[in-house]
């Protein structure tokens, strides 16, 4: 019963990290681009460490698990924060779209 719930939840992960991919390829400017980047990869991750912690064997392993999850939010955030600050230092605004 785990196999299946496993697969679905690192699959869902992975649908997340494409879209947080997408957002990075298509959007417009830096700050819609961290906001795709850092919502969906930790998200997708998030998945991914649940669907693995179903697997896990004892109580060591869904530990490494959880603090690897927590160190990317950590990262995610700090280094998106620092990107948003070297943007609006630069004077970079967020674009805006021109109706068709």
Same mark, same amino acid.
């Given at each position: 019963?785990? &196999?299946?719930?496993?697969a679905m939840?690192?699959?869902?992960?992975?649908?997340?990290?494409?879209?947080?991919?997408l957002g990075?390829?298509?959007?417009?400017? #830096?700050?819609?681009?961290?906001?795709? $980047? #850092?919502?969906?990869?930790?998200?997708?991750?998030?998945?991914?460490?649940?669907?693995?912690?179903?697997?896990?064997?004892?109580?060591?392993?869904?530990?490494? $698990?959880?603090?690897?999850?927590?160190?990317? $939010?950590?990262?995610?955030? #700090?280094?998106a924060q620092?990107?948003?600050?070297?943007?609006?230092?630069?004077?970079?605004?967020?674009? &805006?779209?021109?109706?068709?």
């Open positions: 019963m785990t &196999e299946p719930l496993t939840l690192v699959g869902l992960g992975l649908v997340f990290f494409l879209a947080g991919t990075l390829i298509r959007l417009p400017d #830096t700050f819609s681009r961290l906001h795709a $980047l #850092t919502k969906a990869d930790n998200l997708g991750l998030g998945f991914i460490v649940l669907g693995l912690a179903l697997q896990a064997d004892d109580w060591n392993v869904l530990g490494k $698990l959880v603090l690897i999850w927590a160190f990317a $939010l950590i990262a995610a955030g #700090t280094s620092l990107v948003a600050r070297s943007a609006l230092r630069r004077k970079s605004t967020p674009s &805006e779209r021109q109706a068709p």
